[in-house]
């Protein structure tokens, strides 16, 4: 059991989204960055779908009313537990009536927190993430509110081994971190002006030659007008080199639409279910989570990728993530 003593700006509770209901006009949601939700979880030995607290800028205090495991991965909102900073990428070990804190946003503006057994809230179309536009899934159909009380799901074999292993090293200490951390080439690296792979969209020979070539060559801030749904871009205006008719179709997470207006807009994970402004491009897999970690006001710039290129990518950031999984089942069996 856990209970929100402060929301933040915020909080919801995501899992891997919600699948095979587009069609009814449902969207699929669930975590912005995929890759820190999947690894809070495999450090507190969750499934890779176990839902997680994921923190949007201005993170939450949260009290942890038994002894637990929890995990931070994503941007760095420089957290703590009972005033006392607490490292990132990590499995860490915490005791009974502890609280963990956000300060401010060092790098990244979204975390996941993962804790061992997941958050046990109802599924609803066969996924425990919050939409908040419909009011379904996580907690109640919301973000987190200050006094919620939000219990946890039994915990793994291989999470009780950990807290077994971590328990040993405890003290006097109110929390213990793991002394192994994974590797650094999982550790993204966010930063303003963040340059990200992008494919041509269906419709990008259909832009302008200077629409095209400032597609890839010009800087674009992430407005204000910017939430889980897309990020509303500003910059130099896109436009076709002749205006066409359009139906609806359908849309994916990373794909850039440019509206009359011509200031792009990247659709996320709220997106909605079917699209009718011109595909100029579609971010690349393995940079979702990178975009994913963009803020308002921060600035991003579009590179072409072919393809094969991005499978290749994604691939090997796969063999990385399931290279993880082993290495801590491996850590674990030297405990025994």
């Given at each position: 059991m856990i209970t929100i003593k402060k929301p933040g700006l915020l909080t919801t509770i995501q899992d891997l989204g919600r699948y095979g209901f587009q069609k009814y006009g449902v969207v699929v949601g669930g975590a912005m960055d995929t890759v820190a939700h999947r690894i809070a979880n495999l450090l507190v030995g969750n499934e890779k779908n176990a839902p997680t607290l994921e923190i949007t800028l201005m993170g939450p205090h949260i009290e942890f009313h038994e002894d637990t495991l929890l995990s931070i991965?994503?941007?760095?909102?420089?957290?703590?537990?009972?005033?006392?900073?607490?490292?990132?990428?990590?499995?860490?070990?915490?005791?009974?009536?502890?609280?963990?804190?956000?300060?401010a946003a060092k790098a990244g503006c979204r975390v996941n927190l993962g804790i061992a057994g997941g958050l046990a809230v109802p599924s609803v179309m066969g996924s425990k993430s919050t939409y908040l536009k419909a009011g379904i899934g996580g907690f109640n159909g919301g973000a987190i509110k200050q006094g919620d009380k939000i219990s946890t799901d039994s915990i793994s074999g291989v999470a009780q081994h950990m807290m077994g292993q971590l328990k040993k090293d405890m003290k006097d200490q109110t929390f213990v971190e793991a002394e192994?951390?994974?590797?650094?080439?999982?550790?993204?690296?966010?930063?303003?002006?963040?340059?990200?792979?992008?494919?041509k969209g269906r419709y990008y020979s259909l832009f302008s030659t200077s629409s095209q070539n400032a597609f890839f060559s010009s800087r674009f801030d992430v407005s204000t007008q910017s939430d889980r749904m897309g990020y509303r871009l500003k910059g130099v205006p896109l436009s076709l080199a002749q205006p066409i008719d359009m139906l609806s179709e359908a849309v994916s997470f990373g794909t850039i639409q440019v509206p009359s207006d011509g200031n792009p807009i990247i659709l996320l994970a709220d997106r909605q279910t079917t699209g009718g402004y011109p595909k100029i491009g579609q971010v690349a897999t393995v940079d979702l989570p990178l975009l994913a970690q963009a803020k308002p006001g921060d600035t991003i710039r579009f590179t072409?990728?072919?393809?094969?290129?991005?499978?290749?990518?994604?691939l090997q950031k796969e063999r990385k993530i399931q290279l993880l999984k082993k290495a801590i089942e491996l850590k674990l069996n030297e405990g025994e």
């Open positions: 991965c994503g941007g760095d909102l420089t957290p703590s537990i009972n005033g006392e900073a607490v490292s990132m990428w990590k499995t860490i070990y915490v005791k009974k009536g502890s609280e963990l804190r956000f300060g192994w951390s994974i590797a650094s080439e999982l550790i993204p690296a966010f930063k303003n002006d963040q340059v990200i792979r992008v494919m072409e990728i072919t393809h094969e290129e991005a499978q290749i990518l994604l």
